[in-house]
């Protein structure tokens, strides 16, 4: 055989490879986002590495998860502003170590956190980037470092972005234009959010269902759609039948099983 042949032979077998680890590696597309990560049902606390494994382990297609800023500049995660009763921003991280959540984890770095979530690429991380109690320039400084941190680990495919605060919206897609940023707050319509270079809108239900045209309005527009926090059927089949992209749910196995049953 002429050494062309094998050459030509040898790229479509390294080719043939390549898709077939690219197909094993796609993430869902159940659009079931664990709030806080899987933890309800299965008895972990909020926003640990327990219940972001037990999403993953479930199958969903994101595990949402919120992060702060310690006094030390270490970003954790966490959804209150308070650890175990110790306030994180004035708290440095030695400090916040002091305390356990009840299943003996100490407080998750967004580190730790996303390091962990990028050993599979099934379940997306839906880094929710908190605005700070001390001012807006902390709120930026904590978007600066949470897009450095998943530069850094090279954590891109993984995370989405969502935030409250305009300034760290404004700030993750000035340092990373190619980041997937959602906005929390509920009150621009999809023209406005396209105009600033969003990636989609993540509004409570109420907002969603108050102004469903939006759904259509941010399709057109190439937007995504979320609804938060979504616990009962009736509006988890509602949001289904207006083809939002994502629901965000205590009830990962409830929308698991009702989106499985639709299919």
Not at 7 to 22: M, P, R
Request: some cysteine; proline content about 4%; overall charge negative.
């Amino acid at each position: 055989m002429h050494t062309y042949s094998i050459l030509l032979l040898l790229l479509i077998g390294f080719s043939f490879s390549a898709c077939q680890q690219d197909a094993g590696s796609e993430f869902h597309k159940n659009k079931v986002i664990a709030h806080r990560g899987a933890w309800k049902n299965a008895g972990h606390p909020q926003n640990s590495l327990a219940s972001l494994r037990e999403a993953i382990k479930l199958g969903c297609e994101g595990s949402e998860f919120d992060v702060w800023m310690t006094a030390d500049s270490i970003l954790v995660v966490n959804h209150d502003p308070d650890f175990m009763g110790m306030s994180i921003e004035t708290s440095t991280l030695e400090q916040l170590y002091e305390k356990e959540l009840p299943n003996g984890e100490r407080i998750p770095t967004a580190e730790e956190y996303l390091k962990e979530g990028i050993k599979q690429k099934k379940t997306k991380l839906i880094f929710e980037a908190k605005p700070s109690e001390l001012g807006v320039e902390r709120s930026v400084l904590l978007a600066e470092k949470s897009v450095e941190l998943v530069k850094r680990l090279d954590a891109q495919d993984w995370v989405d972005y969502i935030s409250f605060e305009k300034a760290i919206c404004r700030k993750i897609i000035e340092l990373d234009p190619m980041a997937r940023v959602a906005y929390l707050n509920g009150e621009k319509s999809p023209q406005e959010l396209a105009d600033k270079g969003y990636y989609g809108f993540d509004y409570h239900i109420s907002v969603v269902k108050k102004n469903p045209e939006w759904i259509t309005q941010a399709h057109q527009l190439s937007l995504t759609v979320n609804a938060w926090t979504v616990n009962n059927p009736e509006d988890m089949n509602w949001l289904l039948d207006h083809n939002t992209d994502f629901i965000t749910t205590d009830e990962p196995e409830m929308l698991l099983e009702i989106v499985q049953k639709r299919d």
